[in-house]
């Protein structure tokens, strides 16, 4: 528990009148933390249900800001914004969970660069409720170039971000979570706490960025696509942090995601071309993913700098012994 007065947190629900809706609205209610409010704006318009007033012992707010309409996703996010009173702000979607020591685990973890963004992991829960694993890592804030780093319902988000103009851009249908999270990480460090604190339904919703019927492959694609070309000049910015796409491409390797990894360390090698942990890194990428003219080509350059190195000359050997039976 954080020492002396505890900051209130708002705890910020889109809600489209879901019948998840109450589950969240309870998860909500039964964080530990003492200060909290639940502001739920109603996206589905004036059609809300009503709600009380309060929910065991919390006080709950409505916001209708659009009565008339449907509001997008990102425009209620920023209504959510608006109404919050909260120093710590927390997104969470209606057919979504939090534990009931997230906001606890989040803030009495210690930050030591003053961190405005807190995250955590999220569990995946697929469409009969089984848990399939969790996602949210930490990182390089160069992976905001492939992926987000973490969960609306895993993150807080501290007040002054808001207060400095981060908003969501209502151009973006889905992935505006992605591309807000983006906006407040060129405004602050963010602190990755390495627990399971709140649930993701993926199979539910109808943003397409989950999985089996709400995942929407080209959709997520394009936006993707639109989300780099818009924040161009930041990731190029950090990109050129040292360590940070030699870290990412290595942590990609790791996970399995070749792509990702590859074009994580063929940029890296552009930037140090001498560099002997990015030939070795990019060797292994490439040859994963079948390019072995080049992956040996690389550690031969690594190895010829370094030519004690014995898992260097290791991979070059592997990589001479495929690669021979591949043509």
């Known amino acids: ?3 002396g007065n505890p900051p209130l947190v708002s705890i910020l629900i889109r809600s489209m009148d879901r019948p998840t809706l109450q589950r969240a609205l309870l998860s909500a209610a039964r964080q530990s933390w003492p200060q909290l409010e ?95 694993g969790h996602c949210g890592v930490a990182g390089f804030a160069i992976r905001f170039y492939y992926e987000t780093l973490m969960m609306p319902n895993a993150t807080l988000i501290h007040r ?8 969501f851009d209502t151009d973006f249908p889905i992935h505006e979570d992605h591309d807000f999270f983006i906006n407040c990480a060129a405004r602050t460090e963010f602190h990755f706490v390495d627990a399971v604190t709140c649930v993701w339904h993926a199979h539910a919703g109808e943003s397409g960025l989950g999985h089996g019927a709400n995942a929407k492959v080209t959709q997520r694609h394009a936006l993707s696509e639109k989300i780099r070309r818009k924040w161009a000049t930041l990731f190029d910015q ?65 190895a010829q700098r370094l030519p004690q190195h014995r898992a260097l000359q290791e991979n070059l050997a592997l990589i001479r012994a495929r690669h021979s039976r591949t043509v």
């Open 238 to 302: 950090w990109a050129r942090v040292p360590g940070a796409l030699l870290h990412t491409g290595q942590q990609y390797l790791k996970d399995g995601d070749i792509l990702a990894a590859l074009d994580c360390l063929e940029r890296a090698l552009v930037l140090w071309p001498e560099d002997i942990n990015a030939m070795n890194l990019c060797g292994m990428a490439n040859f994963h993913s079948g390019n072995g003219e080049r992956a040996e080509l690389l550690l031969a350059r690594a």
């Open 38 to 132: 639940i502001v739920v704006v109603a996206a589905c318009g004036r059609a809300h249900r009503p709600l009380p007033d309060s929910l065991l012992g919390r006080p709950v707010r409505m916001v209708f800001a659009e009565p008339d309409r449907r509001l997008p996703r990102a425009e209620a996010a920023n209504a959510c914004l608006q109404a919050a009173r909260g120093e710590w702000l927390n997104f969470l979607d209606d057919d979504d969970e939090l534990l009931p020591e997230h906001v606890t685990t989040l803030l009495a973890a210690p930050r030591v660069r003053n961190e405005r963004m807190l995250y955590s992991r999220a569990q995946v829960r697929d469409a009969d409720g089984r848990p399939t």
């Open 1 to 3: 528990m954080v020492a």
């Open 160 to 167: 002054s971000l808001i207060d400095e103009g981060a908003r």
